[in-house]
């Protein structure tokens, strides 16, 4: 019993290592490629390289936190795994488009312009 509990430990903590390293690599990147200029990597390049990135966290966490490769049941994980695709794409679907959608309607034109009609044409 003793030794399921450390490896569990050992498990949870070696999770905890590599997620943490690869969201300090994500944001090092990123930081790079703005102390560059948008130079290194390339704009054309950096969102391959978060998503990588973004897709590894993601399997790091299913299988070191939610032990989905330790699942006795094949079935379960093969549904977990589309449960988390589906959830994926929701999230980062619908967190493009609001942001493209404030993006359109928050132009800097478009905000004096209703600031102006809202004050009398001030």
């Not at 929701?90 to 359109?104: C, E, P």
């Amino acid at each position: 019993m003793k030794t399921k509990n450390i490896a569990s430990f050992k498990t949870y903590v070696m999770g905890f290592g590599l997620s943490l390293a690869l969201t300090l690599l994500a944001y090092g990147v990123a930081q790079h490629h703005l102390n560059t200029g948008h130079v290194f990597p390339s704009d054309r390049v950096m969102p391959l390289i978060l998503l990588t990135l973004a897709v590894v966290q993601l399997f790091v966490q299913l299988i070191f936190f939610l032990h989905l490769a330790s699942e006795s049941k094949p079935r379960w994980r093969g549904a977990v795994a589309v449960f988390a695709l589906v959830m994926l794409l929701v999230v980062v679907a619908g967190s493009v488009w609001i942001m493209d959608n404030l993006n359109y309607r928050m132009t800097p034109t478009q905000i004096n312009n209703y600031l102006k009609s809202q004050d009398g044409g001030i």
